[in-house]
């Protein structure tokens, strides 16, 4: 969608001293601190769409030390009762752990 406006470009930074200046006295009840507060909010709400917050690092996986076989993992499932009716797909599933197991 296009944005239409009245404002050129060389307007812009005059028209965004004066409003930070009306704003700015509105907010001269606050202390330097509140003030600063405030605008680094406004900066981060403006920015928010399009500076992605840093994503913390994730941690590396330990790579086993070479010459050694990583340990396997056995998953046992239960036996499958023949006379309990499962859909298709459960007894395919089924099957496959199964040999999965014999291999």
Known sequence: MNVESWITVEETPALAA???AV???RLARLTDAE???FWAS???AYNTPYNDPEKPAQPKPVEPAPGTIPSAVEIRL???DPS???PAA???SATLAAE???A
């Open 18 to 20: 004066e409003a930070m």
């Open 23 to 25: 704003i700015d006295a």
């Open 35 to 37: 003030r600063g507060a």
């Open 42 to 44: 406004i900066r981060k």
């Open 78 to 80: 239960p036996p499958i």
């Open 84 to 86: 309990i009716d499962l």
């Open 90 to 92: 459960a007894l395919a």
């Open 100 to 102: 999965m197991r014999a």
